[in-house]
């Protein structure tokens, strides 16, 4: 199938579906200057073994290696913008064409964009807690406290460790996960876009949909299953869908 025939049918199962849902991935941010996790030859585990670079263990192992590794990092997503992707998401919202986004990602562009009813199932960077009283700050407190020369940074309410609000791995699962995993009950199309679906257990909710639609530069393990797979950049498909759409974003 040609890739304009596929725009042309993913626009024709959108418009029947009446129950449409998004899972998002690292892919669909790399258009606002964010690395993926697994591209071959740029995704930021082939430079850094995931286990030790933001596993719950490594925290607690060495707290002040593990931010050393990982804040640079976050805190340069503070200063990306959403990508037409994430545009294209929040306006089908708006219009009605989806009735929400369960994401992967942590770089809140979501809901930057627009988007307003979003599952964060690996959590955020706009708030951290304390890992003893849980107590919690906005994520400022805990940047800037590294970047001043405090590492680990500490809570001021009991001197505990601080934590980023995002799904660690080791970590339990966050409400959003099972609160996703309840609104996909009787989707009808859901629209993969940016992830490998490699990362259980998100990598399983494809099966809670009778449709399934791929947008993901490379292979998935459930593109054999999906109605339509496109193995573009998510800026464009989303683009010339808005287009097949007849609408605006």
Same mark, same amino acid.
């Given at each position: ?48 073994? &995931? ?7 490594? @925290? !607690?192992? =060495?707290?002040?290696? #593990?931010?050393?590794?990982?804040? %640079? ?79 680990? &940074? ?7 460790? @601080? !934590?980023? =609000?995002?799904?660690? #791995?080791?970590?339990?699962?966050? %409400? ?74």
């Amino acid at each position: 199938m040609e890739y304009a025939e596929k725009i042309s049918r993913f626009a024709n199962i959108l418009k029947k579906s009446t129950r449409t849902f998004f899972i998002t991935g690292a892919g669909i941010s790399t258009e606002s200057g964010i690395p993926d996790y697994r591209s071959p030859g740029s995704g930021v585990w082939e430079k850094v073994d &995931p286990v030790k670079a933001s596993s719950l263990s490594s @925290l !607690r192992k =060495d707290p002040a290696e #593990f931010y050393s590794i990982n804040l %640079e990092r976050w805190i340069a997503y503070e200063n990306c913008e959403p990508n037409i992707a994430h545009e294209v998401i929040a306006n089908l919202e708006k219009l009605g064409y989806i009735m929400g986004t369960i994401t992967q990602n942590i770089d809140s562009l979501h809901k930057k964009a627009g988007s307003e009813r979003v599952w964060e199932v690996h959590g955020h960077l706009r708030t951290c807690r304390c890992m003893k009283c849980e107590n919690r700050y906005d994520f400022f407190v805990l940047s800037d406290q590294v970047k001043n020369g405090n590492n680990p &940074p500490l809570c001021s309410n009991c001197g505990g460790i @601080l !934590r980023p =609000d995002v799904v660690l #791995f080791e970590d339990r699962l966050n %409400e959003d996960f099972f609160k996703a995993s309840q609104v996909l009950s009787g989707c009808q199309l859901l629209i993969v876009a940016g992830s490998s679906l490699t990362v259980y257990p998100v990598a399983g909710l494809p099966e809670l949909s009778r449709s399934l639609v791929i947008i993901n530069k490379t292979p998935t393990p459930w593109d054999d299953q999906a109605e339509i797979v496109i193995n573009k950049a998510s800026g464009q498909v989303f683009s010339d869908l808005m287009e097949e759409l007849g609408e605006s974003y």
